[in-house]
């Protein structure tokens, strides 16, 4: 087991090195706006609103209940694991902003999964750019630094894999 995650560790280093290698400052701009659709500040501010909405609000409880769900089991995670940020752990790894807490899983990813499958489930012809922005979201966190790529991952099966779970039990 201990060579299996060696295995991944160096396969998410050397995927992680080699995006941060081809950044440049072209969607920096951009990605830098982008992931804030995942912190908590955004996904408060609109899951406020739709409670907000009587023709929403229904939507809006279901989605609040999935996001502090995921939001505690993503704080849990993070607790457990401990895994510190690749720029705290890799020479040539930069961050555009520096983030506090531990890098496993990604909350910013894991919320945007989440948002993505209630939202979806919502209003289904607007789940793939649910989704697509979600997986934007994500790739942004490897953009600027803040995560590896198995931490994104492990953020999008922990926000999707709670809010299919949830969603299915609340229904």
Partial sequence: MNSL????????????LALHRRR?????????????GGGLRLQSMMILSAL??????SLGLRWAAVQL??????????AVVARVRPYEALA??????PERDF?????????????AAVLGGGYPPLA????????AIGYSRIWL???????????????????LLMLYKLN
Avoid at 147 to 162: E, I, N, Q, R
């Fill in 69 to 78: 769900t995921v939001t505690l089991l993503v704080q849990l995670l993070k």
């Fill in 52 to 57: 907000l909405i009587p023709a929403t609000r």
């Fill in 103 to 115: 890098s496993f899983p990604s909350g910013h990813t894991a919320a945007s999964f989440a948002t």
């Fill in 92 to 97: 040539g790894v930069t961050p555009v902003r």
């Fill in 24 to 36: 440049d400052g072209k969607g920096r701009r951009l990605l830098e706006r982008l992931t804030h």
């Fill in 145 to 163: 630094g803040v995560h590896y790529p198995s931490d994104v991952l492990a953020g999008a099966l922990c926000g999707l894999g709670t809010a």
């Fill in 5 to 16: 995650l060696q295995t991944i560790d160096r396969f998410d280093q050397r995927l992680l």
């Fill in 128 to 135: 793939g750019c649910w989704f697509a922005l979600a997986a």
